[in-house]
């Protein structure tokens, strides 16, 4: 197997690792590996394979071009030019594959060679291949998650740490846990495209990152994560989807989940999730779904797989594109965040709805409350309410989880 | 895909739902079922299929023997017959893979047919799959494990509801949690020749079953229940086997698992898998280890595989038998319960030994003591001396875990 590698930056060198110390002797060559500038890389293994120039990686003789650069345009450009030329491509890149995905998998089944990318969902967790293979007789009904390990360091540092949101990320940034730019962590983009992709595999129908109910951590106050530990839960950012009557539904937003629920152990890099299937019943997996080894041997079981099975594509993967179907009618509990000057029209409304509620929490101007069995739609009325009669309407919902 | 399933109990039953339910149209035919007696069996689907004779199966022209009748014997026979006639088999034996994995796996690769056996270990858990595909770039340094429902459903009795373990056990073969002669079971055999299937793809080296330190659930009493829960532990039969400088150790037998560990939660027929790779990190499976429908599923995402990848096997299954080492020098920490009237004979050697101690609890004549940081060996001595000095020995060594 000749490999072309598209970037050596974190995963990529622990890829190569994983190669170079390859006791079953597979065969694995590395016949290039692209970079941005040549100088970086200078004290790095294989350097004499090293190219600024996509031309040199596919003027070689390569069976598979392994991607890793991260941008999405090229990387879109480059997979394609690779799978139109008859050559396997494994990539990490979930931008990727949640925006087109099924175009790239169609050229790949017409070309006869593979198109893998386990390591662009959970890093080293196998959920992919959980899902396509070991689950292989099952309808999926659903799946709950943490995917995304940045999301993940903030809340466990203001929870543990009793600090606010932005000194929290901060601290992310220190340790490298965020980047720079966290938008695409903290809005909830990144979850949203590993969880379209997972719900693109276990659901058969093409889902739209975009068209999930995604709402991010950057809201989250320290009140919201008091709150939820009055109730014995912690806060994290969950992914969610299921299907019901041929509907796919789905979310990915904070919510405040009981400890003795296993979602709400996961701490720093680790990702969990749990698919649920009509036969096996619920499966969880938990392991790194970040760092240079984890995904990187993500990246190597996908090569050796191609070894194994040469040609071979998820079948699951659908053009089918699906409505993703919201209801605002289904109820569930919510901690809301209201401000304190409202609380007793919010308190009036929830009264004549009959509903269950009570007072958490207040500080800094804002309360929050415990409703039970409300619909989306009851708050959105509540808050047009508000609003109408002068005050602010709230300012986060989270959802509340077993 | 014509196959010949020989058992329509349990698991066949959960198989067969699934193969008539496949909705990818995968070419799944059954051809014949062999039962012991088919007069059992007569309100069943595919009643026309059934028959007592094995000689009807095989003269039927199937490509695939899914083995599900339990009887290690004849199991071995058939699965052995069919591969030497290039047929391949799915298997959901632990038994014949622990005893016979290594011949039988070598005959499938001579005649270029696979063998499979996912549902032999964990039931619907797809941990072989993930050890053998998913870290195929790792070297495996350990497993963790819970693999035996009925231990584990009598263990939470035992905890929840205050229970000896012998009306534990009765009420487990009330509800159908354990076999009326539970021997393989409460002893830990079951859990071993599992533990011995996992550790030898995971270390590449065959490992027997006999020659890991077992030790059953059948002498653990009410007292030492009570004297985990209070250092805040629960007990559970724990799986474990290691690799260290070449040195395959493992054990299976009753440990206090401390509350925050995942394996301490795991209920029921539940099972949990945390694999250790040198590269990924650990990774955990949990899911059910039992069950028509799980391991239905497991069975038949084997089946799948079949059709995906013909004639592929598992490249780590070894005929090299390995020693299982054992260390009686290894330090670790006990739950060892003791005749009360020997205590101060036991105070006196743990205190000239500069050994942490302390009594945790005391009941119908017995007291548990916590060791810290012992030696096997050195607890063996203290039962040398305590019967030669007249006393009875330990009853118990239960080892904590964190």
Not at 28 to 40: C, F, T
Not at 338 to 349: A, C, D, H, L
Not at 366 to 374: A, H, L, Q, R, W
Not at 386 to 396: D, E, H, P, V, Y
Request: glycine residues 8%; aromatic residues 6%; negative net charge.
């Amino acid at each position: 197997m000749k490999l072309g590698i598209l970037g050596y930056g974190v995963v990529g060198s622990g890829l190569i690792n994983m190669i170079d110390k390859d006791s079953k002797d597979r065969g694995i060559e590395i016949k290039g590996i692209l970079v941005k500038d040549k100088r970086k890389h200078i004290d790095k293994k294989h350097y004499e394979k090293i190219t600024e120039d996509i031309e040199d990686i596919f003027s070689e003789d390569i069976d598979t071009l392994v991607e890793l650069i991260g941008d999405e345009e090229n990387a879109y450009k480059y997979i394609k030019r690779a799978l139109e030329n008859g050559i396997n491509v494994v990539t990490a890149n979930k931008a990727v594959i949640a925006d087109y995905g099924d175009e790239l998998i169609n050229i790949a089944r017409e070309k006869g060679v593979s198109l893998r990318f386990e390591a662009s969902v959970a890093g080293g967790v196998p959920v992919i291949k959980v899902l396509s293979e070991a689950m292989s007789g099952n309808q999926i009904k659903s799946i709950n998650a943490i995917l995304n390990g940045t999301t993940n360091f903030i809340l466990s540092k203001m929870h543990d740490e009793k600090l606010e949101y932005k000194d929290a990320l901060k601290k992310a940034q220190e340790v490298g846990f965020a980047e720079a730019d966290p938008s695409a962590d903290v809005f909830g983009y990144d979850a949203a495209r590993k969880l379209a992709i997972l719900s693109n595999i276990a659901f058969e129908k093409r889902v739209n990152w975009k068209d999930l109910y995604i709402c991010g951590i950057d809201k989250v106050s320290a009140l919201d994560i008091d709150s939820a530990s009055e109730l014995g839960c912690r806060i994290k950012l969950i992914c969610h989807s299921e299907v019901e009557n041929g509907k796919v539904s789905g979310y990915v937003r904070p919510a405040a989940v009981e400890t003795g629920n296993p979602l709400s152990g996961i701490v720093n890099e680790n990702n969990l999730v749990e698919i649920c299937g009509d036969s096996v019943g619920k499966i969880a997996l938990v392991g790194k779904g970040a760092g240079s080894f984890a995904t990187g041997s993500a990246v190597y079981s996908d090569v050796t797989d191609i070894i194994e099975n040469p040609g071979s594509n998820l079948s699951e993967i659908s053009d089918e594109i699906t409505n993703v179907y919201k209801n605002p009618e289904k109820k569930e509990d919510f901690i809301v965040r209201y401000p304190v000057e409202s609380y007793e029209v919010v308190e009036n409304i929830l009264s004549d709805n009959n509903l269950i509620f009570r007072k958490i929490l207040s500080k800094d101007g804002d309360i929050s409350v415990f409703i039970e069995k409300v619909t989306e739609k009851k708050l959105d009325e509540i808050d047009e309410y508000l609003k109408n009669t002068g005050f602010q309407k709230s300012s986060i919902r989270i959802i509340k989880i077993d």
